[in-house]
Structures are given as structure tokens and as C-alpha cells.
T-cell receptor, first 114, second 113 residues
Framework: EAAVTQSPRNKVAVTGGKVTLSCNQTNNHNNMYWYRQDTGHGLRLIHYSYGAGSTEKGDIPDGYKASRPSQENFSLILELATPSQTSVYFC?????????????FGPGTRLLVL | GEKVEQHESTLSVREGDSAVINCTYTDTASSYFPWYKQEAGKSLHFVIDIRSNVDRKQSQRLIVLLDKKAKRFSLHITATQPEDSAIYFCAASRASSGQKLVFGQGTILKVYL
């Protein structure tokens, strides 16, 4: 089974502070994704990556940056956190064979911005 | 861009009955339609998918139907069990989009005795 881990699992941040969420996968998947989950919205894609050194904007990238320094690691950075970024964040990884494939999700990070 | 609408926000069924969750999508180029399950307090995991070259797929008690003309797909869970209680998400993507999934809002399924 694919293994995707996230840290921290819970985070309380102050408005205007910097927050970094980390994700690690041991599946050697090229693609990695960051989503946020909010009631009534399902999951929404923030940033994604096709491989080390690449980052792409998803559907709701404003206020977020991403970094993919290696195949295994993908970070989500909130430079100036706001209360509207309070949410549950999920990282996922997947292969890309050009036809759609399963994504494997991490356990999630619960972020509260005060 | 693609929009995926999940029609039932909550669904309650008696154990042993069938549950049906319906989704519609807007992008005619979408060709991959997975379903994910999220149990209470946990992460999402894949349950079943369908690609646009077929209109029906079954895996044990799960059946997915795809109607490309209507841009609609549905998840049928037969002979429901209490452990089927969870949030179910449908999603859609184009084959060439780098697997960018667009998710529906989720359906809370409750199976009662």
C-alpha cells in the first residue's frame, strides 16, 4: 500500500505568521498534490507537482506557495496565514500514465489560524 | 473549468438496502471518474473508478455507472453494511491533465440497523 505521511498533524498558527506543511511519500510517484477540505466544498486543489523542482497552481492557489525539493517531499507554505486558511489539508501522490490513476492520500493536517 | 456536483449531501439507508449517489460534471473532455471514501476522522481512500471507454464497472458490492451523454455518473452500493457509513466523494479529470482531480462536495452515507 502506498505510504504518504504529513507533518504536523495539528497546527495552531497566528494571523500573519508563516506556516509550512510537509508531505513525504515513499512510493516513488511522480505526481504530488495539496488539497484543502472544507464542509460544503469537498476537496479543492491548491498546488500540485509533476516531479522534483516543479510546482503548478491548482484551482485555489492564492495565499499559498509550494515547494518540491525532491521526489519524496512536497511542502505547502502559507507566508502570511489568515483565519480563512483554517482548514484540513491533505497531501496526495500518484503515478501519471496519462489516463487517470489512483491518488493516495496522507492522514491530513488540521490547521487553525487564530 | 470543470465542475462536479454531488447531488445528495446526506443519504440514510437501512442495512441490506442499496444506496445510490449521483454526480454530474461539466467538462465533456473528462474521461476518468474515481470515487473515494472517507471514514469518520480519517483520510480518503480510493474505492472504485470508471473510465469513459465503458459505461459500467463492478467491484464486489460497488457498481459505477457512467452516462456520457448526460454527463452523469453514479455509485451504487448494494447490500449495505454499517461499515459502509462514511463520506463518499466523486471526482473527475481529463486523461491528459496530470491527474488533476475535481471533487464533488461529498455525500454522508449513514447505514442504520
Amino acid at each position: 500500500e502506498a505510504a504518504v505521511t504529513q507533518s504536523p498533524r495539528n497546527k495552531v498558527a497566528v494571523t500573519g505568521g508563516k506556516v509550512t506543511l510537509s508531505c513525504n511519500q515513499t512510493n516513488n510517484h511522480n505526481n504530488m498534490y495539496w488539497y484543502r477540505q472544507d464542509t460544503g466544498h469537498g476537496l479543492r486543489l491548491i498546488h500540485y507537482s509533476y516531479g522534483a523542482g516543479s510546482t503548478e497552481k491548482g484551482d485555489i492557489p492564492d495565499g499559498y506557495k509550494a515547494s518540491r525539493p525532491s521526489q519524496e517531499n512536497f511542502s505547502l507554505i502559507l507566508e502570511l496565514a489568515t483565519p480563512s486558511q483554517t482548514s484540513v489539508y491533505f497531501c496526495a501522490s500518484g503515478v501519471d500514465r496519462g489516463r487517470g490513476d489512483t491518488q493516495y492520500f496522507g492522514p491530513g493536517t488540521r490547521l487553525l489560524v487564530l | 473549468g470543470e465542475k462536479v456536483e454531488q447531488h445528495e449531501s446526506t443519504l440514510s439507508v437501512r442495512e441490506g438496502d442499496s444506496a445510490v449517489i449521483n454526480c454530474t460534471y461539466t467538462d465533456t473532455a473528462s474521461s476518468y471518474f474515481p470515487w473515494y471514501k472517507q471514514e469518520a476522522g480519517k483520510s480518503l481512500h480510493f474505492v472504485i473508478d470508471i473510465r469513459s471507454n465503458v459505461d459500467r464497472k463492478q467491484s464486489q458490492r460497488l457498481i459505477v455507472l457512467l452516462d456520457k451523454k448526460a454527463k452523469r455518473f453514479s455509485l451504487h452500493i448494494t447490500a449495505t453494511q454499517p461499515e459502509d457509513s462514511a463520506i463518499y466523494f466523486c471526482a473527475a479529470s481529463r486523461a491528459s491533465s496530470g491527474q488533476k482531480l475535481v471533487f464533488g462536495q461529498g455525500t454522508i452515507l449513514k447505514v442504520y440497523l
